[in-house]
């Protein structure tokens, strides 16, 4: 399932920033696609909150940092103006590890790791859509995590490139490559215990 455009008008952050604040949407490359449904499922919510418990706790005293959504990531094409940029996501869980990149407005420039719970509406929209913005602006490592069929799709950036995606179980412990120190405890997350 794909998520619906908001309308067929290519749109900027600047615009973006107008918009209601309960309207969920995201831009790719000036496209506004809305999030339904307005509220994740308690699976979803429950996993994402796992995820970000446990990274801000290995992060503890480190330089990176951990943010869940909402929080936006703005990422421009060149050295385009915030108000002119047309990519803006929301991804479930994401670290930062250049904190130059974290404004007051989310921030700005990719993230070092990203994951996204996956949902029925929104899993085409992770998958193909956002994969292909996470590699073209340098996200070292893009997770997807499937709450239902309980299984986890890594990419790891190689040469520019997403290379081949490995897909594990959620079970055991799995580390953030591109964050040395970072393990993830499947075990703990619901549905495991």
Same mark, same amino acid.
């Given at each position: ?30 496209? @506004? ?5 307005? @509220?994740?499922?308690?699976?979803? =919510? ?7 418990? =446990? ?25 385009? @103006? ?24 989310g921030m700005r420039g990719a993230p070092a790791w990203v994951a996204e719970v996956l949902s029925p509406t929104t899993a ?42 490995a897909v594990l179980e959620l079970k055991g412990r799995t580390a953030i490559a591109a964050v040395p120190g970072v393990t993830?405890d499947w075990d703990c997350l619901p549905g495991n215990s």
């Amino acid at each position: 399932m794909s998520l619906p455009w908001r309308d067929t008008q290519r749109h900027t952050y600047g615009e973006y920033l107008t918009w209601p604040d309960d309207e969920r949407v995201e831009l790719i490359d000036g496209i @506004a696609y809305i999030k339904e449904p307005p @509220a994740p499922s308690r699976l979803h =919510q429950e996993l994402a909150g796992e995820l970000y418990f =446990q990274i801000r706790l290995a992060l503890k005293g480190k330089p990176c940092r951990a943010y869940i959504a909402p929080f936006d990531v703005r990422l421009p094409e060149s050295g385009e @103006a915030d108000d002119d940029v047309t990519t803006v996501v929301q991804p479930d869980v994401l670290i930062v590890c250049d904190r130059d990149k974290l404004d007051d407005r989310g921030m700005r420039g990719a993230p070092a790791w990203v994951a996204e719970v996956l949902s029925p509406t929104t899993a085409g929209h992770d998958r193909y859509r956002k994969l292909s913005v996470y590699e073209r602006v340098g996200v070292k490592e893009f997770w997807l995590v499937d709450p239902i069929d309980r299984m986890l799709t890594i990419y790891r950036l190689q040469g520019g490139h997403y290379g081949s995606a490995a897909v594990l179980e959620l079970k055991g412990r799995t580390a953030i490559a591109a964050v040395p120190g970072v393990t993830i405890d499947w075990d703990c997350l619901p549905g495991n215990s």
